[in-house]
């Protein structure tokens, strides 16, 4: 008979960055999508500053994993004891703990402890996700290291930006137009081409073809975007994204507003570090707009590219709208 005993695992890495630093990106659960690679999304459901309660969603190779994660928060011992609950693998939940040591005033010790209780699965498939397991731990930890480590340069790194509109029409059909995003090549001028995959309800895989950049040239972005029709709210995440973006994620919200909808496209950008080998040597897309004016000038320039695209398809979106309800009339 396959065993149910628990299996752990445990990692530890040494980071270039204080121990208060990296709890911190720990604890704050709701920035980990624009941070960290795998994470698309994350909900609080609920927190009284202790024990939390979340759900996520993140990428695992080409599928999207939704989990509620539940965790209790120790800032003065710097731990985070978690318990997973992943909805693909009910009554087996991942349960652990991050510990960060101070390893003199710079640099820290993170180690990550993981607990899981195996399926019923065949021998050959137990050792295969006792290597996933370790696996997982081990990237955990190499992406907390990749973003803890430039946190001296975090906040020039990242912008947060909201553009707002009032549109006529009703909010289903401006919904609509946002949803079926493989309808926008035909209807959005700065859109060449989508391919859209959604292997469960509300969640979209998408490739988009875009030639709204400076030079001209088409640039291709990966995403995944979760659609809450209920809530009138479309949450995404960009997994491709051109130079000098490192990280991109934003949601579009609509409200009622008088006679008509407010629509909200918020924004979030991380940049690429300037400082880092990859910026410098695996750039294959040439457009750097910060080049001769600097930092400064690339926020300047990615939050008006980023700000014109989404206000330009809120107004399509507006117009598409009343011409529908002028056709039923």
């Known amino acids: 008979m396959p065993s149910q005993r628990v ?20 604890a704050d659960a709701v920035r980990w999508p624009l941070l960290l690679p795998a994470p698309v999304h994350v909900e609080r459901i609920d927190f009284d500053g202790v024990r939390e309660r979340l759900r996520l ?20 011992a710097r731990t985070v004891v978690f318990e997973q609950e992943d909805t693909a693998r009910p009554g087996a939940p991942t349960t652990g703990t991050w510990t960060i040591e101070t390893d ?20 050959t498939t137990t050792a295969r996700s006792h290597r996933e397991q370790d696996g997982e731990s081990a990237d955990r930890i190499a992406d907390l290291r990749a973003v803890a480590e430039r946190w001296e340069r975090l906040d020039q790194l990242l912008l947060s930006f909201e553009d707002s509109v009032h549109l006529q029409g009703p909010a289903e059909l401006v919904y609509d137009f946002l949803h079926r995003i493989q309808d926008w090549p035909e209807r959005l001028p700065h859109i060449d081409a989508v391919d859209v995959r959604q292997d469960a309800p509300g969640v979209q895989i998408t490739a988009v073809d875009t030639s709204a950049a400076p030079d001209g040239l088409t640039r291709t972005t990966r995403g995944v975007r979760l659609c809450f029709p209920a809530a009138a709210r479309i949450v995404y995440k960009e997994l491709l ?43 294959q897309d040439r457009w750097d707009p910060g080049a001769a004016g600097g930092l400064a000038e690339t926020r300047r320039q990615v939050r008006t590219r980023l700000g014109h695209a989404s206000t330009r398809t809120l107004h399509l979106a507006g117009w598409r709208a009343r011409t529908a309800v002028r056709r039923l009339r």
Do not use: K, M
């Open 104 to 123: 003199g005033d710079t640099h820290c010790r993170v180690t990550l402890r993981q607990d899981r209780t195996p399926e019923r699965l065949t021998a």
């Open 241 to 283: 994204t051109p130079a000098p973006i490192a990280a991109h994620t934003g949601e579009w919200s609509l409200t009622p507003d008088g006679d008509g909808v407010r629509v909200v496209c918020a924004q979030q950008v991380l940049l690429h570090d300037p400082h880092t080998p990859h910026n410098r040597q695996d750039r």
């Open 57 to 76: 969603w993140d990428v695992d190779g080409e599928r999207v994993r939704s989990f509620h994660l539940n965790r209790i928060l120790h800032p003065h």
């Open 7 to 26: 299996r752990t695992s445990e990692h530890t890495a040494r980071i270039a960055a204080p121990a208060g630093v990296v709890y911190g990106l720990l």
